[in-house]
């Protein structure tokens, strides 16, 4: 992030008897080269509701002129927004009861997942060793039976063939 604060919310936003409740702000920057499909998610809150330790989690997306554009929460994959080329600002609230647990997040990361233009290929090897040095390729495999386990070992992907 490039801005993290902790307050403490007001009289209304408190626990009976009259336990305060503290909110996370935390702003992250970042530019589109060009217009894209894409969804920011929390990789510590991506998955959860009810069941999240903290009382609320919320992002918010803003555009260079500081124009609302989208928020979510939990389940961010399911909403997909279209943006335009540009400048945008993200804004995180946190809410919790304990100041210390916000300030353990204070470094949280934020992914901007944006939808490729283009299919990517990849190459698939027999082994890793075969990976380092682009030797045998593999078209199919074999999975153990009752096993859950399975080992891709994916070839590197040029930046200049796909930017």
């Not at 998955?47 to 330790?53: C, I, P, Q, V």
């Not at 470094?107 to 698939?124: A, F, R, T």
């Not at 682009?134 to 999975?143: A, E, H, I, L, N």
Request: charged share 20%.
């Amino acid at each position: 992030p490039n801005e993290g604060k902790i307050t403490s919310l007001t009289y209304r936003d408190v626990i009976p008897p009259k336990r305060p409740i503290y909110q996370l702000i935390l702003s992250y920057a970042f530019s589109l080269p060009k217009s894209t499909e894409a969804y920011a998610t929390c990789g510590l809150f991506g998955e959860l509701l009810y069941e999240s330790e903290y009382e609320s989690q919320l992002w918010m997306l803003f555009d260079s002129n500081k124009q609302y554009i989208a928020a979510g929460d939990a389940y961010s994959s399911r909403h997909v927004y279209k943006l335009d080329k540009g400048d945008y600002t993200i804004r995180m609230h946190v809410r919790h009861e304990r100041r210390e647990l916000l300030e353990k997040i204070i470094d949280l990361p934020i992914q901007v997942v944006q939808k490729l233009q283009n299919p990517i290929s990849l190459d698939v090897y027999s082994s890793h060793h075969q990976a380092t040095f682009f030797g045998k390729k593999c078209s199919t495999f074999v999975m153990a039976p009752n096993s859950n386990l399975f080992t891709l070992n994916i070839g590197s992907l040029s930046n200049d063939k796909y930017v």
